[in-house]
């Protein structure tokens, strides 16, 4: 497969038993659509080698995949190859420091959702989180040692989380490290 062109984010499948979605009949499927594929754990991480498609018609393509064989109707969040290398380029100063001192998670936001305004939805508790607005994304990350203080679960509460996927940064770099083999 060539260098991916696009990487789709499927929130809230194969986990816990909720919404299965075998990884490699999802490949199967996309690739009989025109979109081959890799994916990238169990939970929802698609790099699509789709140049003939735009961000849109590849979200289209997933939802319906989703829905059509799966019955899964769920968040999907499609970025380009570019998107994806640029949000983890532009993580903040001190982002991505020390990882056993920081939990650390990009929200990915649905094309057209401003990062200011999602960013202002996320209720952070003074000296535990911290969060930043890139561009199409939400930067959030918690001291290791007082994360079950943090308060990046009342997300889940807002219209902000119909609208966003969120990944661990490990993750995140992982899937911007496979773009391009």
């Known amino acids: 497969m060539a260098g991916a062109t696009h990487v789709a984010l499927i929130r809230g499948i194969n986990v816990g038993g909720r ?3 075998p990884m490699a009949r999802l490949r199967e499927e996309l690739s009989s659509r025109g979109a081959p594929s890799r994916t990238y754990i169990q939970s929802g991480n698609v790099i699509l080698d789709a140049p003939h498609l735009d961000v849109s018609a590849v979200t289209a393509l997933v939802e319906e995949v989703l829905a059509q064989e ?3 109707t769920t968040v999907v969040v499609v970025l380009t190859a570019p998107m994806l290398r640029s949000i983890v380029e532009a993580a903040p100063d001190g982002f991505s420091v020390d990882p056993s001192v920081f939990h650390r998670d990009v ?3 649905r094309s ?11 209720r952070l508790r003074e000296g535990v989180d911290e969060a930043w607005a890139g561009d199409g994304a939400v930067y959030f990350r918690r001291l290791s040692a007082e994360r079950t203080k943090s ?4 997300i889940m509460k807002t219209p902000f989380y119909a609208q ?4 661990n940064w490990a993750t ?4 911007a490290e496979m773009v391009d083999a």
Not at 112 to 122: C, I, K, P, T
Not at 151 to 154: A, E, G, V
Not at 172 to 175: S, Y
């Open 107 to 109: 929200a990915f936001l």
């Open 70 to 72: 799966f019955d899964v």
């Open 164 to 167: 966003m996927t969120i990944r």
């Open 151 to 154: 308060r990046m679960n009342s």
């Open 172 to 175: 995140t770099t992982a899937l």
């Open 112 to 122: 057209g959702v401003d990062a200011s305004a999602a960013l202002g939805a996320f």
């Open 19 to 21: 919404n299965p979605v």
